[in-house]
């Protein structure tokens, strides 16, 4: 089922009447949620490892804070690390809209069309939006480009992981190439991974709000479509 507006393209059998439609399946919602408290803990967790709190007071063998934001750390990369493998798998046995943001159609003239229109609608130049059963054409290019920064967030975080392990670990193995990408410099690669830190809460922000702006002037659910799976369509 393709995912094009809504206006005069519904599939058949959808009409004015339909009032709600089953979109997202329960692990794509499950994944969501998870990544979502995945990334505030990693964000959190990952600026104090940057910037690290003052030197507490006390018996040092009896304080062990930094070691348990750094432990927090690891654990929340290695569940969003597992999410994306389950999320990647999943775009290949679920429904058709947990593919839509892994292969984005860019080769359909149509899609650019419905791209274009989205762009004007967000920057308040198209006065009435178009409905989509799932993400539109922008909110695919976002959701697909957070897929692949996530990947590399997980892959230059086990490097860095793994040089902290030694040589010898699968971590440094599997991933030490990336250090060397960077010249051979760790720091290098900590200020990318911390850049991308940013980035991805940028593109939180923005996720959100263009949610909430949806959900209030499309006439559309999307907020409560990520919880009960349904997207809903107003008159």
């Not at 949620?33 to 600026?47: D, K, M, P, Q, R």
Request: with cysteine; glycine share 10%.
């Amino acid at each position: 089922m393709k995912t094009y507006g809504f206006d005069g393209d519904a599939p058949q059998g959808l009409g004015r009447k339909v009032t709600s439609i089953y979109v997202y399946e329960a692990p794509v919602r499950l994944w969501h949620w998870v990544t979502v408290l995945c990334i505030i803990t990693l964000s959190v967790t990952g600026y104090l490892i940057g910037k690290p709190l003052p030197s507490v007071p006390g018996e040092a063998t009896f304080t062990f804070l930094m070691g348990y934001i750094r432990f927090a750390h690891f654990t929340a990369g290695y569940i969003l690390a597992a999410g994306l493998i389950g999320r990647f798998y999943w775009a290949m046995v679920g429904n058709s809209h947990a593919r839509e943001i892994i292969l984005v159609p860019v080769w359909d003239k149509r899609w650019w069309s419905e791209f274009f229109f989205e762009v004007r609608w967000y920057l308040f130049i198209e006065r009435y939006p178009k409905k989509y059963i799932g993400h539109n054409p922008v909110g695919q290019i976002a959701m697909a480009s957070f897929l692949w920064a996530a990947l590399l967030m997980c892959m230059s975080g086990f490097a860095l992981y793994g040089e902290g392990l030694g040589t010898d670990s699968w971590a440094s193995h599997a991933f030490g190439w990336m250090i060397t990408l960077v010249g051979g410099n760790s720091l290098a690669l900590h200020s990318w991974h911390r850049l991308g830190m940013w980035a991805i809460l940028l593109f939180a922000m923005i996720h959100i709000y263009a949610a909430i702006r949806e959900d209030i002037m499309s006439k559309q659910s999307m907020v409560s479509t990520m919880i009960s799976g349904f997207r809903m369509f107003k008159d």
